[in-house]
């Protein structure tokens, strides 16, 4: 069984940074991919950004050149740093592992951007 825990949402002011972190645990033989998505309230959950096994990165057209995901294979965790929030990035956010072939997601942290 894969766990998936995220830390490091909160609240920040428009134009500020946040870092969140997932760490995943288990048996884990082989991860596909990683990933953030949000749900903001009333909508449906979008990807954010996804790095994959080989290590290419796609991001959503909304969060171009403002945030990075990284990852840390020896540790089994995925980053993603945020700068220049605006208020329409508040949203919880979701951590996702393609584990296997098998999609597994963590339960989420809320980020909220205040104007």
């Known amino acids: 069984q894969v766990q998936l825990v995220e830390s490091g949402g909160g609240l920040v002011q428009a134009g500020g940074s946040l870092s969140l972190s997932c760490a995943a645990s288990?048996?884990?033989?082989?991860?596909?991919?990683m990933g953030w998505y949000r749900q903001a309230p009333g909508k449906q959950r979008e990807l954010v950004a996804v790095?994959?096994?080989?290590?290419?990165?796609n991001y959503a057209d909304s969060v171009k050149g403002r945030f990075t995901i990284s990852r840390d294979n020896a540790k089994n965790t995925v980053y993603l740093q945020m700068n220049s929030l605006k208020p329409e990035d508040t949203a919880n956010y979701y951590c996702q592992f393609k584990v296997d072939g098998i999609d597994h997601w963590g339960k989420g942290t809320l980020v909220t951007v205040s104007s």
């Open positions: 288990g048996i884990i033989f082989r991860i596909n991919a």
């Open positions: 790095i994959i096994n080989g290590g290419s990165t």
